[in-house]
């Protein structure tokens, strides 16, 4: 896509582009049963969770896991995660959205807390990496914030001439939010995801219902 001068988005991926909120709960449910947790309804997981993912299982928990609880229940996640990640798609309209703001002569990328190695592929078979300047997913240990791997994932925007006041993060999480104000960047946050509307609307940036309104959005805020 080449050099960028003008409005950029950062896609997040889980929740956001991907639709994957059923492997979400089902992977979260099986990690929890190892440690003979009750199962959870989405309504409850977008009412409690929250990063780091350790704190979200306090929540469940009435305390924080230990070291061992902790690898024990990541490791579940990520393995039925996996198991469940088959049957699901990009969300309503992602397609359509992501041609439309390249054609526009626009750049975008995704910045994800997937680990890396699994994300690419996975963008890769869905037929719209073409869309992106950059695909990052996680590297390193899992459950942490996304702040600082945004730091990084600008740093090498900008040497496509991505500019951070011209840039803003769509997420479904509080913490897409954070990691965009970290960066200097705006965000909107979209209902569709991990969080209840409620708890997005505590973090001070628009919240929309929708992918094609969080575009409109994003257009205004880069412009």
């Not at 960028?4 to 991907?18: C, K, P």
């Not at 704190?55 to 198991?83: C, I, N, V």
């Not at 359509?96 to 078979?125: K, T």
């Not at 390193?140 to 600008?154: I, N, Y």
């Amino acid at each position: 896509m080449g050099t960028q001068t003008g409005a950029h988005i950062v896609w997040d991926w889980n929740g956001t582009l991907f639709h994957d909120n059923d492997a979400i709960i089902g992977a979260t449910n099986a990690a929890s049963a190892e440690l003979g947790l009750a199962p959870i309804t989405l309504e409850q997981y977008r009412a409690l969770y929250c990063v780091p993912v350790p704190k979200f299982y306090e929540r469940l928990m009435g305390r924080l896991p230990t070291d061992a609880e902790w690898q024990l229940m990541d490791a579940a996640f990520q393995r039925h995660y996996s198991a469940h990640r088959a049957r699901c798609g990009l969300a309503d309209g992602a397609a359509d959205l992501l041609a439309g703001w390249r054609s526009a002569g626009r750049s975008q990328s995704i910045l994800s807390m997937y680990g890396h190695n699994e994300l690419v592929p996975l963008v890769q078979g869905l037929g719209i990496e073409a869309h992106f300047i950059r695909v990052d997913g996680r590297t390193g240990p899992s459950g942490g914030s996304k702040a600082e791997h945004m730091v990084r994932h600008l740093a090498q925007l900008a040497l496509s001439g991505v500019e951070p006041a011209r840039t803003v993060v769509i997420g479904d999480a509080a913490d897409d939010a954070l990691a965009a104000h970290h960066v200097g960047a705006g965000a909107v946050l979209y209902t569709g995801g991990s969080h209840s509307r409620a708890s997005l609307e505590g973090v001070g940036v628009p919240v929309v219902d929708t992918l094609g309104e969080a575009v409109v959005v994003a257009e205004r805020l880069a412009g």
